[in-house]
Structures are given as structure tokens and as C-alpha cells.
């Protein structure tokens, strides 16, 4: 019987100067993306004339705890919230749905001309925003929706080429045995897609959902077009009104700003895994 002891041979750390060099871009990059956020914490909590002073100090002396009340108390931040929340959980919630059930068609149900029309699906989004923006205003005006929520709800919730293009990658990617297997069992197309579909691309759809969210939530250019009542007004827009027309108060816009983030931060903490998951299928499926 072989009683040679076994021999272990431990990984040797090789030093390679193009993962530092990575390392420290990234960590460069990582604090420049987040001084901004650092900053406006700190500045809500700041008296406005140490905002501004000469050299910075980043730390606040002392801490003005009272801007976050003064600023809810100023606005009627509560009424802007609600309007923000419902607002972009109607945006969120549709364009899953009718961006997941495009991108099914384009990716799995095969028809005359699919490719050229996801073509000029796609071609829709190098069209810039300002483009479009006086002819949808009239569209707006002429159908009444002005000055109501109606134009901030409906045209992107039936919309989003960005969210079709994400999860027609990602729908690409899964097998066409699991719809073949359920066409023999009987399903119809709009059964595949939610029995079998749907539940399979669960992180795509977190991550599509998390840059809705920022990017309803974070909306303040057609708030401003369509919104002139200050009771229908969103978040973005009621921070807008913090600017006087001489004198902006930064210390009060800065403590509105921080609270702002708090929703979307918070998403974004819950549902991290989901979301980088979703991104990385997406990118290497298709």
C-alpha cells in the first residue's frame, strides 16, 4: 500500500501591473461618481453660508439638522411624492409588460419582416427627445391631456424602445426546446410567454425596471411642459422651485435633493442582485 504523503502546492500570487493599474482606475472612477452624492448629503446640512465657503470644508460645523424638516415644511413634498411614487410605478409596471411582450415577438415568433421593423423599433431611439417634443406637446394640447398627468403616463408606458432591445437579448438567449415542449403540451403563444417566459427572465426584468424607475422618477423636462398646477407637480419639478429669482436656497434644495434619492437608493439596495445579474445575462445572451 502507497503511504507517500500527499503533496499540496499552494497558488503562487502573481503581481500583474495591469490588474493594479485596473484596480486603481476603478477606485479613481468609483470616487468621482460618488463625491456628487457626498457632497449634497453634506450640504443639507449645512447653514447656506457655509455652502460656499472659501476653502470647502466637507465636514458641517456644525450640523443643521433643521434643513430637512424647513424643506418639507416650505414645499408640499408630501403631495409631490405621491404624485412621483404612483406615477412612475404605472410608467414601470406597463412598460414591463408590453416591453416583455414586444420583445418576445421580436425574439422567438418569427413573421415577415420582423428584422427590418425591430430595425426601425430601434431606429427610434437616435431620434433626440426635442425632436419630438413640440409635436407631441399639440398632440397633448388637442386631446386635452395638458395640465394633467395623463401625458407623463400613457406615452411612456406603451413605449420604450430601450426596454424592448434589453429583453429581446435576453429572451434570445433561452433555449427554444422549453417552448417547443410546451407547444406540445397545448400552450398557445400568449401562455408561453407567461408560463414560460416571464419567469425566466426575472433579472432582466429587474434590471430594465430599476432604469425606468430612475429615469421616471428623475424626470423634470416634460413635468415642466405639460404640469402648470403646483398640486399635480412631481418631485424634480417642486425642487425647481427652491431657485428664487434672485436668491436660490442651496441649503434647503440640497436637504429636497437628499430625499429625493432615498426611493430610488433604497430599490436599488433590495433588488442589487437581481439587477447586476440581469445586466450581465443580457449582455453576453443573443
Known amino acids: 500500500m502507497n503511504t507517500r504523503p500527499v503533496v499540496v502546492q499552494k497558488k503562487k500570487f502573481k503581481f500583474k501591473f495591469s490588474t493594479l493599474l485596473a484596480h486603481v482606475g476603478l477606485i479613481i472612477a468609483s470616487a468621482i461618481m460618488v463625491f456628487p452624492f457626498l457632497w449634497t448629503i453634506s450640504s443639507s446640512l449645512k447653514d447656506i453660508s457655509q455652502i460656499f465657503i472659501v476653502p ?13 424638516p424647513a424643506s418639507l415644511q416650505a414645499m408640499p413634498f408630501g403631495l409631490a411624492y405621491w404624485n412621483s411614487f404612483y406615477i ?6 406597463f412598460q414591463l409588460f408590453t416591453g416583455s411582450m414586444a420583445a418576445y415577438a421580436f425574439a422567438k415568433i418569427r413573421f415577415r419582416g420582423s428584422n427590418l421593423l425591430f430595425m426601425f423599433f430601434l431606429a427610434t431611439m437616435m431620434i433626440p427627445k426635442q425632436v419630438t417634443m413640440i409635436p407631441t406637446f399639440m398632440i397633448m394640447d388637442s386631446i386635452g391631456w395638458l395640465d394633467t398627468h395623463l401625458p407623463l403616463i400613457v406615452p411612456g408606458a406603451l413605449f420604450n424602445a430601450f426596454a424592448v432591445f434589453l429583453l429581446r437579448q435576453f429572451i434570445m438567449g433561452i433555449p427554444n426546446e422549453l417552448e417547443e415542449a410546451a ?9 408561453i ?11 432582466a426584468l429587474a434590471a430594465v425596471g430599476i432604469f425606468i424607475f430612475m429615469g421616471s422618477w428623475n424626470n423634470f423636462l416634460e413635468p415642466l411642459i405639460y404640469l402648470t398646477t403646483p398640486e399635480l407637480f412631481t418631485v424634480p ?5 427652491f431657485k428664487g429669482l434672485y436668491v436660490t436656497d442651496w441649503a434647503l434644495m440640497m436637504a429636497g435633493s437628499t430625499i429625493s434619492i432615498i426611493p430610488v437608493l433604497l430599490i ?7 439587477i447586476i445579474e440581469g445586466v450581465a445575462l443580457t449582455g453576453i445572451k443573443g
Open 88 to 93: 412612475t410605478i404605472l410608467v414601470v409596471g
Open 183 to 191: 407547444v406540445m403540451d397545448g400552450a398557445n403563444p400568449l401562455r
Open 237 to 241: 419639478l417642486l425642487l425647481n422651485y
Open 268 to 274: 436599488y439596495i433590495i433588488a442589487q442582485k437581481q
Open 193 to 203: 410567454y407567461w408560463s414560460v417566459i416571464l419567469p425566466l427572465v426575472k433579472p
Open 56 to 68: 470647502p470644508e466637507f465636514i458641517p460645523k456644525p450640523f443643521v439638522w433643521s434643513n430637512y
